[in-house]
């Protein structure tokens, strides 16, 4: 049997010198972050196509599961872009663990 606390984990981690709580996200979290990816463009011949913007793709991810207490650790996606390369990969793949994201989800993002 699947339990929800199975599903969505959470951990405590260091950032700088701040000492944070990482939580997996939710279907609906999953899916904005997937949705704000995703661009519609318009070629010269009027024809549109769809085209993954992979701008700030990790921080987006993190940025509403990373809390300092009851808050968002940071307000805004670009803040918590602002983190140093090595912790934004490292939070990355943590909440993806977390959150039970498989490993093909980035496939379906371009990023096979």
Not at 25 to 37: F, K, L, S, Y
Not at 76 to 94: R, S
Request: aromatic share 4%; net charge negative.
């Amino acid at each position: 049997m699947l339990e929800l606390s199975d599903a969505l984990g959470a951990m405590d981690v260091k950032v700088g010198d701040r000492l944070l709580t990482l939580r997996g996200v939710t279907g609906t979290q999953r899916d904005n972050w997937e949705a704000r990816m995703l661009r519609f463009v318009t070629d010269d011949e009027g024809n549109t196509h769809p085209v993954v913007d992979k701008k700030d793709v990790k921080a987006a991810l993190i940025q509403p599961s990373l809390f300092d207490g009851d808050q968002l650790a940071y307000p805004t996606i670009e803040a918590c872009g602002a983190l140093p390369t090595a912790a934004v990969d490292a939070l990355y793949d943590a909440v993806r663990e977390l959150s039970g994201m498989a490993d093909d989800s980035e496939e379906v993002l371009g990023n096979d």
